[in-house]
T-cell receptor
Framework: KAGVTQTPRYLIKTRGQQVTLSCSPISGHRSVSWYQQTPGQGLQFLFEYFSETQRNKGNFPGRFSGRQFSNSRSEMNVSTLELGDSALYLC????????????FGSGTRLTVV | AQTVTQSQPEMSVQEAETVTLSCTYD???????LFWYKQPPSRQMILVIRQEAYKQQNATENRFSVNFQKAAKSFSLKISDSQLGDAAMYFC???????????FGTGTRLAVRP
């Protein structure tokens, strides 16, 4: 069973640009969550999607958005990048209601210069 | 709001010895889930062990076990017979209910001395 796949692994962008990150969940998983990991703020929840609908949203500005497609793949977009957006972005998938926990991908390391 | 606290930024253990990582949390919920995740240099968060709050029995997964004290809101992880591959960041996480977001602690970096 393939794991959670995130692409790209690394990304370097310039301030003011926008970026799109992709996440393919485990086959059969319909819930996808996104987390931002930084040395200063730790792991913070961005949003969660289930069956193409956003179920939960964290405290991030509107520059951070996401979507989920009918095949459960998800993308997150960050517009007007700031230096502080440099982080590891982790995607996790689960079956809705599953109590076992989320399965994470290896993340996308975004560097904003 | 729920909070998770890991008071040990770094820990070190001799190979084959036992180490305990601490975690406390704050919640007003009675039903919730607790997790320990491991993050090696490869960056992927790997689920180590989970505990349902309604279960009094402490969870165990091979060399990993927890000491869950619901009244004290404490959830420590014990690693027995430590191995070099156990070296990683360990995160304690809380989830209010199934399908809800994970709230993470700040992590404990575990070093294993050969």
């Amino acid at each position: 069973k393939a794991g959670v796949t995130q692409t790209p692994r690394y990304l370097i962008k310039t301030r003011g640009q926008q970026v799109t990150l992709s996440c393919s969940p485990i086959s059969g998983h319909r819930s996808v969550s996104w987390y931002q990991q930084t040395p200063g703020q730790g792991l913070q929840f961005l949003f969660e999607y289930f069956s193409e609908t956003q179920r939960n949203k964290g405290n991030f500005p509107g520059r951070f958005s996401g979507r989920q497609f009918s095949n459960s793949r998800s993308e997150m977009n960050v517009s007007t990048l700031e230096l502080g957006d440099s982080a590891l972005y982790l995607c996790a998938s689960s079956s809705w209601g599953e109590t076992y926990g989320y399965t994470f991908g290896s993340g996308t390391r975004l560097t904003v210069v | 709001a729920q909070t998770v606290t890991q008071s040990q930024p770094e820990m070190s253990v001799q190979e084959a010895e036992t180490v305990t990582l601490s975690c406390t949390y704050d919640t007003s919920e009675s039903d919730y889930y607790l997790f320990w995740y491991k993050q090696p240099p490869s960056r992927q968060m790997i689920l180590v062990i989970r505990q349902e709050a309604y279960k009094q029995q402490n969870a165990t997964e091979n060399r990993f076990s927890v000491n869950f004290q619901k009244a004290a809101k404490s959830f420590s992880l014990k690693i027995s017979d430590s191995q070099l591959g156990d070296a990683a960041m360990y995160f304690c996480a809380y989830r209010k209910s199934s399908g809800d977001k994970l709230t993470f602690g700040t992590g404990t970096r575990l070093a294993v001395r050969p």
